[in-house]
């Protein structure tokens, strides 16, 4: 097992505030882009926005309460760091299984819609070779340097971040309220359960800027700045896109296109269409623009995918590869090449829908063991330096913790045959850890621990 103290397998530190927030922003855009449009046939503008609402509540609350361990404890593995130290290695273990697999089958349903968008502009170029050589990029973008992958991240949020708000100049001209009320609420309340998934993809992996903590100039200080102005961000441009989009000609125009009830994958070109037409510059340049904010979020869940990996192998819950660092660019290579060879193995079985349904599912398990692990820290370790500490305690936890428990039960009424794999995928790495790793681990390292 690599020594925690062994500067060979050291991250390095080169991130600052700024560049937290493009990369907290970068993880999630693309979820304005595409995908959150599909819970509207689920709650109609009504229920999808009540699901909206409860979703930032969890998140406000969330990340509030995840800052103050990430500040105290910053290290790449995030989620499952802390899962370990508060809880012990099986619910540690758990934790980081659960981010393993948000981190990891996010990036591929985003490669499809990469793919997807690209092939807009040329159509003879097949949509699934596309995501394939997206992955070879990006993955060797983050191998060359945290600095020029993180460079690169802002560059491309800062676009699609302005992509957004072109959108809501073009549209809100045209906005009437009245299209927020027409069928507003088609499946009464359990509407809104159903559309807790989509809400949430509105948000996924922002908790991700934790994953960067040990690369992170001053982490104790820019963690909290990064956080807290990523989400604010996010939360602004949530409202703006939802209300613009749907405000044009009510949810069902960006949801179904004419003459087609297979839902769409696109509702702000929609909606764009709408108010100047298909062969007009601006909706191709949205349509261009969207490209940017799927390439943010590919690149940037990239990015954390394989800090969280390279934990896992760091630590000994993985192979001891996966914690290697490359010696040349001082980045977690092993565990990137990991990630994309799992990643295009999902792309290849085309079932988008269902891999963001496991990610959604990934990151609700992370959420609640987080939470719990937020409570055993403050009981086991009341003098734990906490830099910053998370306001209104423990209210925000308790929160956070009682909405992600709900939308992991609306997520498994919804996805049965889903949610039996995602938590056979837990119960068999589980099964192989305590079998084949738990037994041989360090104990220098328990210890340490301990």
Not at 21 to 31: C, E, F, M, N, P
Not at 191 to 205: E, K, S, Y
Not at 207 to 228: D, M, S, Y
Not at 378 to 399: G, I, M, T
Request: a neutral charge; proline letters at 4%.
């Amino acid at each position: 097992m690599s020594k925690l103290t062994d500067g060979s397998q050291e991250l390095k530190k080169t991130l600052g505030p700024f560049m937290l927030w493009g990369l907290g922003v970068g993880y999630v855009i693309s979820g304005n882009y595409f995908g959150w449009n599909l819970g509207l046939p689920e709650g109609g503008t009504l229920g999808a926005a009540i699901a909206i609402l409860f979703i930032i509540i969890m998140y406000v609350t969330f990340t509030f309460s995840y800052t103050e361990m990430a500040c105290a404890i910053p290290k790449a593995g995030g989620a499952f760091s802390y899962a370990e130290r508060g809880l012990g290695k099986d619910l540690g273990f758990l934790a980081g299984m659960s981010q393993n697999i948000e981190f990891i089958f996010a990036p591929p349903a985003i490669a499809s819609a990469i793919g997807a968008y690209f092939s807009i502009f040329f159509p003879n170029l097949e949509v699934l070779w596309i995501g394939i050589f997206a992955y070879f990029i990006f993955t060797g973008l983050n191998i060359a340097g945290i600095q020029l992958a993180a460079s690169f991240e802002l560059f491309i949020t800062i676009i699609a971040v302005l992509g957004l708000l072109f959108f809501a100049g073009i549209t809100l001209p045209e906005f009437q309220f009245e299209n927020l009320k027409s069928n507003a609420f088609p499946n009464g309340y359990w509407g809104i359960v159903a559309a807790i998934p989509f809400a949430i993809w509105f948000f996924l992996a922002i908790e991700g800027v934790a994953n960067v903590a040990e690369e992170t100039i001053n982490p104790q200080k820019n963690i909290l700045i990064g956080f807290g102005t990523a989400l604010l961000t996010l939360v602004i441009l949530c409202l703006l896109t939802f209300s613009s989009a749907i405000g044009v000609n009510g949810w069902e125009a960006i949801v179904y296109p004419a003459e087609s009830m297979v839902a769409s994958d696109s509702p702000l070109p929609m909606a764009v269409e709408m108010v100047v037409g298909q062969s007009h510059y601006f909706y191709q340049l949205l349509t261009f623009i969207a490209l940017f904010g799927l390439v943010a979020s590919f690149n940037g869940i990239i990015l954390a995918a394989g800090r969280a990996t390279f934990e896992f192998g760091r630590v000994g819950y993985a192979p001891k590869a996966f914690g290697k660092v490359n010696g040349q660019f001082k980045t977690p290579a092993n565990a990137l090449l990991f990630n994309m060879v799992i990643g295009i193995v999902a792309l290849l079985t085309g079932k988008t829908g269902e891999i963001i349904t496991i990610a959604v599912f990934g990151a609700l398990g992370l959420y609640i063991l987080s939470m719990v692990s937020f409570f055993y820290l403050r009981k086991k370790e009341p003098n734990l330096h906490r830099p910053f500490k998370v306001p209104y305690y423990p209210l925000f936890p308790a929160v956070a913790l009682i909405i992600a428990s709900i939308s992991l039960v609306a997520m498994i009424m919804y996805n049965q045959m889903l949610a039996l794999l995602f938590f056979a995928m837990l119960l068999g790495s589980y099964l192989f850890f305590r079998l084949f790793i738990y037994d041989s681990k360090d104990l220098k390292y328990e210890k340490e621990q301990g």
